[in-house]
């Protein structure tokens, strides 16, 4: 059973919202709190969010997508990407670690090819990759696309 609502994200939620993302260990640039949609308990607190972020004016990303810990596996995540991919013109990009690749697919999401990508994901997918191979995690950044 849901036992979280779906609403826009409020200002004075803004300091959550950057705490949740830094405790998910995501990418905290562009967290401007209007963009934002929230899930929050029947307490009426948050515990998960997203964005659409803009990057100039035709690449839109679905990003800052985070819910805390003891909330995670009870469909939240999944909410809070449907409510954006409803209100979301296509193409739409977002970037993960690979290993979230599998749960994005389910929405439609595809692997972008280097070649393929806008140059601000070019970019970042530069920069990720480097920093893989200094780190050597074994991680990988994905770089993805609905169309």
């Known amino acids: ?10 200002e004075s939620e803004s300091g959550q ?4 993302i830094h405790l998910a260990g995501i990418n905290p640039t562009g967290l ?3 963009r934002f949609v929230v899930a929050a308990n029947d307490r009426g607190e948050m515990v998960g969010c ?3 972020k803009p990057h100039g004016a035709d690449i839109l990303e679905l990003a800052s997508l985070a819910v805390y810990p003891q909330y995670r596996g009870q ?6 990407v449907e409510h954006l991919l409803d209100k979301s013109p296509r193409p739409l990009y977002l970037m993960c670690q690979s290993s979230l690749g599998p749960f994005y697919e389910k929405f439609g999401f595809r692997e ?3 070649e393929e990508m806008p140059r601000y994901f070019q970019r970042i997918s530069k920069l990720a990759g ?3 191979t ?3 995690r074994g991680k990988r950044l994905l770089i993805m696309k609905l169309q």
């Open 1 to 10: 059973m849901k036992n979280f609502t779906l609403r826009p994200a409020r």
């Open 17 to 20: 919202i950057r705490e949740l």
């Open 32 to 34: 401007d709190w209007r």
């Open 50 to 52: 997203g964005q659409l």
């Open 75 to 80: 469909g939240v995540a999944r909410a809070i």
């Open 112 to 114: 972008v090819a280097y």
């Open 130 to 132: 480097l920093a893989a």
């Open 134 to 136: 200094l780190l050597q």
